[in-house]
């Protein structure tokens, strides 16, 4: 296991070499402002989307009482919406607001005071009263959401990409992390069954229906949790009428799913 040798698009093969022998399989997961990304002639460009996330954690004592201890809290305005997520082990919530902001650059540490200023003014100036006075006191990080159009998964030979860095997409249905893992996971899978230029393949043809999927059911999301005027009545007014279980089981799909490799064993 070699760690830390950094590397170019161009000459990632020799620094992974060992002596004469060249790797099999190069698996860029470098996330989605990819350097690895090159070595794809006609894989996709990463874009900005639009919106950032804002993101800090708060303790118990300082949040509303209205936020649910036990499970995860969605606020949505017109816009914008808010994610409270509770963290029992610091008795606290890790909270991220998500509306329209200026780019400030593949960074994750950018200074987020004044776009979080403007934020607050402009997209969640008509919130809950409790909602912003605790927006007042926070000093939270900014995360620019940038996604990853459709492109060349792979150069049919050594090179394939996985994660982010393939097919990043804006997190409306909390998806991020877990589709990074289901494609380390089958891919390995495809790996073990056949040779490197047959098992990217495989993969693509396998993993390119159900990110296509979700990919809309984001989009729906996004529309859905920004809606405004009457589109927001009626997304109020469908959410009143469902129950939590039949909003659960419609997601199965996604949160339920079995992959690649688990089916086999």
Not at 13 to 42: F, H, N, Q, T, Y
Not at 56 to 71: I, W
Not at 195 to 212: D, G, I, K, S, V
Not at 216 to 236: E, I, M, Q, S
Request: charged share 25%; proline share 5%.
């Amino acid at each position: 296991l070699r760690l830390g040798a950094r590397a170019t698009s161009r000459d990632i093969a020799a620094r992974v070499a060992d002596g004469d022998r060249k790797p099999d399989a190069i698996i860029c997961a470098d996330g989605v402002w990819s350097a690895s990304r090159g070595r794809i002639e006609g894989s996709a460009t990463a874009r900005f989307s639009g919106n950032i996330a804002w993101r800090f954690v708060v303790s118990s004592e300082d949040t509303p009482a209205f936020l649910n201890r036990e499970h995860i809290t969605a606020f949505m305005g017109p816009s914008a919406h808010l994610v409270a997520y509770p963290l029992r082990d610091v008795s606290g919530f890790n909270l991220v607001a998500i509306a329209a902001g200026a780019n400030p650059g593949e960074t994750w540490d950018g200074n987020a005071d004044h776009s979080w200023q403007v934020a607050r003014e402009k997209h969640f100036g008509g919130w809950n009263g409790a909602l912003k006075r605790l927006f007042s006191k926070v000093s939270p990080a900014a995360w620019p959401l940038y996604e990853v159009g459709d492109g060349r998964w792979h150069n049919g030979a050594d090179t394939i990409m996985i994660g982010d860095a393939l097919h990043a997409m804006m997190p409306f249905s909390a998806q991020g992390a877990a589709m990074a893992i289901e494609d380390g996971f089958e891919l390995a899978a495809f790996l073990a069954e056949m040779p490197a230029p047959t098992a990217f393949a495989a993969f693509e043809a396998h993993r390119r229906p159900r990110l296509e999927r979700l990919k809309k059911r984001t989009g729906l999301n996004r529309f859905a949790y920004h809606a405004r005027g009457p589109f927001r009545l009626g997304r109020d007014a469908v959410l009143a009428m469902r129950s939590p279980d039949s909003l659960v089981r419609e997601l199965d799909w996604l949160y339920g799913y079995e992959a690649y490799g688990l089916q086999q064993a």
